[in-house]
C-alpha cells in the first residue's frame, strides 16, 4: 500500500470517528516520510494530548510555513489557553459552548452572561472544599485518606502556584527561575539571614508534599543567597515529584529536564553529597522511560547506574529505603543481568528479613537470561511476600515465555482486577495473547484501551499490531510492525528474542539505531 493510499485510509478512519486507529496509521506515515504535510496535520487532528497536537501542527510549518490550516489549528488551540501552568493542559476555554451547539439567544438577541453561573459553582466548590477538610481531620488517622488528600493539595498546587511555564517541546528546556550569576554584595551570612524564612517555609511546604508551592518560594530564595546548595536540590526534587502530577508527556519531559539541571547545579556547588546524585540517577531513570528505542532507553540508564553507584561512595543526609533494589533493577534494564544474579543471589542468602523487591529484580534478571524457570520461581516468591500488580504482570510474561498461554492469560487478568488503570502495557500483553488465538478484533480492543493509559508507543504495542496484520495477510505492514517492535522493545529477554525470530521469518532485518544526543554532565570519579 502506498503512502498515498496509507493517507487517504487514515483520513477516511479520522473521518468515521475511528481517531484511535487513524492515528496509528498517520505515525506510520511520517515515519516512512518524515517530510509529509499531510501526515502530520492530520497527526496533530488525531491526538488527544494538548501538546503533542501543537508539535505535530509547527512540524507542518517546519515543512511549509505557509500551510494555512497548520496555522489555523494553531491558532485555534492558543485560543483555548487558560491560565494554569502550561498551555499544553487539554481543558475547554471558560467561555465557549459545547461542540456543536449554539449560545441560546435572549429575547433581546443577545447570549445571556455566564458570570452568575461561575459564581455558583465556585460557592458549590468552597462548600465542598470545606467539607472534606472537615471529613478528612476526622479520617486523618487512615493512610488511604492521608494519601487522598495529599493528592487533592498537589491538584490544586499544580493550577494556583505560579511555576515554570512549558512553551515548547525542546529537547533541553530553558529553565525560566531567577538563578543570577554574579553574586550580591552583602555578605553571605547577612544575606542567608534574609532568606532564612523563605528557606524554612519552602522546607516545611516540600515535607508536607506541596512540591507546586515550594518552587516559587526557592525561586525567591535563590536569588538572594544563589550559593546555597540544598536550595537547588530542594527545588530539583520539587520538580521530579511534580512529574507524578503530569498528564501530558511534554510537560513530564520538560520537568525532569529542570530537575537534572537542579541536581547538577548542586553537584557543581557541593560534589560530596551522595543524595545529589541518587536524586539525579532517579531522574535520568524515569527519563530512560521516556526514549522510544532500547539503545537510548539502555545509555540512560547506564547514566542513572553510574550516579547510583557514585553515591555509595559518599555520606548521606537522608536514609534511602531500597537503593540496592533500584540499583539492581536498573542494571537489568541495561542488560547487566549475568552480574545481578551473582550480586542479588548474595544479598538474599544474608538477608535477616523478607525482601520481596530482591526477590522480584532476581526474577527479572533470570528472564533476561531467558532462564526462565528460576525467574517464576522468585517471582512466586516475591507475590507471596507482597502481591502486587507489577509483580504479577511480571509472572503472567515469564509464563508467556515457558509457553503456558491459558496460565498467562489468567495472571495478567488477575493483575488487570488488582488495578485496572495505568500501566496499559498490560492491556497489550493480553491483546498479544489474544491474537496468538486469532481474536484479532478482541486484541485490537486492548490495544485502544491501552494506549489511552499510557504513553509508551512501540515495542509490544508494535509487536501486537504486527501480528493482527500478518492474521490480515498484510505482509508488508507487519514487516514494518515487526521492524518498529524490534528497534523499540526496551527489555532484553525471551519476549525481545521472539520478535526478532518473527521478523527473521518475514525476512527482514533490524533496522539501523539511530541515537538521540543527550547533554549529560559526567561524573568526575577522582
Known amino acids: 500500500m502506498t503512502n498515498n493510499e496509507l493517507l487517504q485510509q487514515g483520513i477516511d478512519l479520522a473521518k468515521s470517528g475511528n481517531i484511535a486507529q487513524a492515528s496509528i496509521l498517520f505515525a506510520k506515515i511520517v515515519t516512512i516520510d518524515p517530510k509529509s504535510e499531510l501526515g502530520w496535520l492530520w497527526l496533530g487532528r ?76 465556585g460557592i458549590y466548590l468552597l462548600v465542598g472544599i470545606l467539607v472534606g ?31 515554570p511555564e512549558f512553551t515548547g517541546s525542546s529537547e533541553t528546556p530553558v529553565q525560566t527561575e531567577p538563578t543570577p550569576t554574579a553574586l550580591p554584595a552583602a555578605s553571605y551570612d547577612k544575606r542567608l539571614e534574609q532568606a532564612w524564612p523563605l ?51 511534554s510537560e513530564y519531559d520538560f520537568y525532569l529536564q529542570l530537575a537534572i539541571k537542579d541536581f547538577d547545579k548542586a553537584i557543581e556547588l557541593d560534589p560530596d553529597v551522595a543524595d545529589y546524585y541518587i536524586m539525579r540517577g532517579s531522574a535520568y531513570n524515569s527519563l530512560a522511560y521516556q526514549q522510544a528505542a532500547r539503545d537510548d532507553f539502555q545509555r540512560l540508564e547506564q547514566v542513572a547506574i553510574e550516579n547510583y553507584q557514585y553515591s555509595e561512595k559518599l555520606p548521606h543526609q537522608e536514609v534511602w529505603n531500597n537503593l540496592q533494589t533500584k540499583l539492581y533493577l536498573t542494571m537489568v534494564k541495561a542488560g547487566d543481568c549475568e552480574k545481578v544474579i551473582q550480586n542479588v543471589s548474595k544479598l538474599i542468602n544474608n538477608q535477616t528479613s523478607p525482601a520481596p523487591g530482591l526477590h522480584s529484580v532476581l526474577a527479572d534478571a533470570y528472564y533476561c537470561t531467558s532462564n526462565l524457570d528460576k525467574a517464576l520461581e522468585e517471582e512466586d516468591e516475591a507475590i507471596k511476600l507482597a502481591p502486587s500488580s507489577i509483580c504479577l504482570c511480571e509472572r503472567a510474561y515469564i509464563l508467556y515465555g515457558l509457553g503456558r498461554f491459558d496460565e498467562a492469560m489468567e495472571t495478567i487478568e488477575k493483575s488487570l482486577s488488582h488495578q485496572p488503570y495505568y500501566g496499559g502495557d498490560r492491556y497489550y500483553f ?27 508507543r512501540g515495542g509490544l504495542l508494535s509487536y501486537v499490531q504486527g501480528k493482527i496484520a500478518l492474521a490480515q495477510n498484510r505482509n508488508e505492514d507487519a514487516l514494518f510492525y515487526f521492524q518498529d517492535a ?34 549529560i554532565t559526567p561524573i568526575a570519579f577522582p
Open 46 to 121: 488525531c491526538q488527544t494530548i494538548f501538546g503533542e497536537k501543537i508539535d505535530c501542527f509547527n512540524k507542518v510549518l517546519s515543512i511549509n510555513p505557509h500551510n494555512e490550516e497548520a496555522e489555523g489549528e494553531l491558532a485555534a488551540l492558543k485560543s483555548l489557553k487558560v491560565n494554569s501552568i502550561s498551555p499544553f493542559l487539554d481543558q475547554p476555554a471558560q467561555n465557549s459552548t459545547a461542540a456543536g451547539q449554539q449560545a441560546i439567544p435572549t429575547t433581546d438577541g443577545a447570549t445571556p452572561p455566564q458570570k452568575k453561573n461561575w459564581v455558583r459553582r
Open 133 to 163: 477538610i472537615y471529613i478528612g481531620r476526622y479520617i486523618g488517622n487512615s493512610l488511604a485518606a492521608n494519601g487522598f488528600f495529599d493528592r487533592i493539595d498537589n491538584f490544586i498546587a499544580l493550577r494556583t502556584i505560579t511555576v
Open 199 to 249: 528557606i524554612m517555609q519552602a522546607n516545611d511546604l516540600f515535607n508536607s508534599q506541596k512540591y507546586g508551592d515550594t518552587v516559587p518560594v526557592w525561586n525567591q530564595a535563590l536569588e538572594i543567597v544563589p550559593e546555597y546548595v540544598d536550595g537547588y536540590y530542594r527545588r530539583g526534587a520539587s520538580y521530579f515529584y511534580l512529574t507524578q502530577s503530569q498528564r501530558a508527556k
Open 430 to 456: 493480553r491483546a498479544l495473547i489474544y491474537a496468538n488465538r486469532g481474536s484479532t478484533e478482541q486484541a485490537q480492543k486492548d490495544l485502544d484501551f491501552g494506549m489511552t493509559q499510557t504513553w509508551s
Open 486 to 519: 524490534e528497534a523499540t522493545y526496551l527489555d532484553e529477554g525471551p519476549m525481545l528474542d521472539q520478535i526478532r525470530q518473527d521478523l527473521i521469518a518475514l525476512g527482514g532485518v533490524p533496522r539501523d539505531p539511530q541515537k538521540t544526543s543527550f547533554d
